[in-house]
């Protein structure tokens, strides 16, 4: 896989320089503390030629949360579920994880408890989001019109993003917050967010709450994709009357992102949890936008 194409959370998560309508993106995260890199359980994902990005957070609680959560965001990257152009019904899309999920678990090699445990299935918050350029409005055909015809004028990129659970994407034009998706205010998050599963028992309560939602996207527009430690911080920061995008923005290696992240924990300003940020902006030298750095 190319470093820019499309990459996941890790070590080496992707970095792309920017070329024509492609966005500069950059990802971050940190495991909780006390946790190794191995126990992170966060995900994320992103595909440059689809202009898809996602993020999911495995629940903690559950068993191989992070494979299904890794699971989930590069699903969504190749084929989002309810968006163009395939429009494939959310519990169809996830049916062939469920079953990927469920072959990938060492069933007899688990004790009697972690296999009670894993028989409950895994559990994960999923947001993606999916720009598309609207096709233009279909025309009445006539020789007169084919022989005058002229290069179709494509609108600016629109974006339709999914939600289930309580990881947000955050939308700054001018400097300004335009969107909180899916959820606008701190107080909204809570201890028992909505969490899709591995086990198809265990879903009914998702299919008639999945939040949708959609908007314009010019250029110079910077887009947050984060998991919901950081999605509180972001919206405490923005109803006290600051600009956590600019705080975030200047972070711009991983080291920088994991020491902010730890002095903001020990303030107690962050969740200690699992943190995860994907950023993008639509133009490289965008007021803000951030620097290109190398894959590590």
């Not at 994902?45 to 898809?52: E, G, H, V």
């Not at 559990?123 to 179709?152: C, H, M, T």
């Amino acid at each position: 896989m190319a470093p820019g194409d499309a990459g996941h959370g890790g070590p080496g998560a992707g970095v792309s320089e920017p070329a024509g309508m492609e966005p500069l993106v950059q990802v971050f995260w940190v495991p909780k503390l006390g946790n190794s890199e191995e126990e992170y359980e966060d995900a994320c994902a992103y595909s440059l030629a689809a202009r898809r990005f996602a993020v999911a957070d495995g629940a903690t609680e559950s068993s191989f949360a992070d494979r299904w959560a890794r699971s989930l965001v590069q699903r969504y990257t190749a084929e989002p579920p309810l968006m163009p152009p395939a429009r494939v019904p959310l519990p169809e899309w996830v049916t062939p994880l469920q079953h990927q999920w469920h072959a990938g678990v060492d069933w007899e090699a688990l004790p009697w408890f972690a296999e009670e445990k894993a028989r409950n299935g895994a559990y994960a918050s999923l947001l993606g989001v999916n720009f598309i350029e609207p096709e233009p409005p279909a025309a009445r055909f006539s020789l007169l019109n084919w022989f005058r015809r002229k290069p179709a004028v494509i609108p600016g990129l629109r974006w339709q993003a999914m939600a289930i659970g309580d990881s947000c994407l955050f939308h700054v034009r001018a400097n300004q917050l335009l969107k909180s998706f899916p959820l606008a205010t701190a107080a909204a998050f809570n201890d028992r967010p909505l969490l899709l599963g591995s086990n198809p028992a265990r879903n009914q309560s998702v299919w008639g709450a999945v939040q949708l939602a959609e908007g314009d996207c010019q250029i110079g527009d910077l887009f947050l994709l984060v998991t919901d430690a950081l999605g509180k911080w972001f919206l405490q920061s923005c109803e006290a009357g600051g600009r956590p995008w600019e705080t975030l923005l200047a972070l711009g290696t991983q080291a920088e992102f994991g020491a902010w992240v730890n002095k903001a924990r020990e303030e107690r300003t962050l969740k200690n949890d699992d943190t995860t940020l994907v950023l993008f902006a639509w133009q490289a030298d965008a007021p803000g936008a951030p620097a290109p750095t190398p894959p590590s």
